[in-house]
C-alpha cells in the first residue's frame, strides 16, 4: 500500500482530524492511488458546500476531473451513501436519539388525498377558487 501524503487546505468546508478519522475506512487506498482519499472527499465537501462548477475547484485540490470520478465511482459503488447513513446514526446517537428515527413527517400539502383534489383549489395565477378545475 502506497504512503500518499495529505496536504491540507484552509477551507471551511474541510474535515478537521477527527472527522476524517471517522470516515476514513470507507475510502481504502488502492494500488494506484496518487491522490490522498482525504483530498477528494474536502473537494467534493467544498463543491457541495459552494455549489461552485467540477472546472471550477480551487487549485489547491487534486485536478477536477479527478474529483470527479472519484465522487461518481464512490456514488454508483454505494460508498457515498454508506458515508452518509453512518454521519446520520452517529449524529442521533451523539443527540441522545435512537440510531433510527421512530416516524417520519410526509408534508400534507403534497400527498393528494381525495380524488376531489383534482377539481377544487385556488388557481395560483387567478388567486380565485375555480370549482370545475378548468381554468
Keep these: 500500500m502506497k504512503n500518499i501524503e495529505y496536504t491540507p487546505t484552509n477551507y471551511p468546508s474541510d474535515l478537521t482530524d477527527a472527522q476524517w478519522e471517522k470516515i476514513k475506512e470507507f475510502f481504502p487506498v488502492g494500488n494506484k492511488a496518487s491522490v490522498h482519499r482525504r483530498s477528494l472527499v474536502e473537494a467534493v465537501l467544498y463543491l457541495v458546500k459552494t455549489?461552485?462548477?467540477?472546472?471550477?475547484?480551487?487549485?489547491?485540490?487534486?485536478?477536477?476531473?479527478?474529483?470527479?470520478?472519484?465522487?461518481y465511482r464512490a456514488v454508483a459503488s454505494g460508498k457515498w451513501e454508506k458515508v452518509m447513513q453512518y454521519l446520520v446514526k452517529e449524529t442521533r446517537v451523539a443527540a441522545g436519539r435512537s440510531e433510527e428515527p421512530s416516524y417520519a413527517l410526509i408534508d400534507s400539502q403534497s400527498v393528494k388525498t381525495t380524488c376531489d383534489a383534482d377539481n377544487r383549489g385556488y388557481d395560483g395565477g387567478k388567486k380565485q377558487k375555480d370549482a370545475s378545475g378548468i381554468s
Design 51 to 71: 455549489g461552485c462548477q467540477w472546472r471550477l475547484i480551487p487549485h489547491d485540490y487534486p485536478a477536477w476531473s479527478t474529483v470527479k470520478s472519484f465522487y
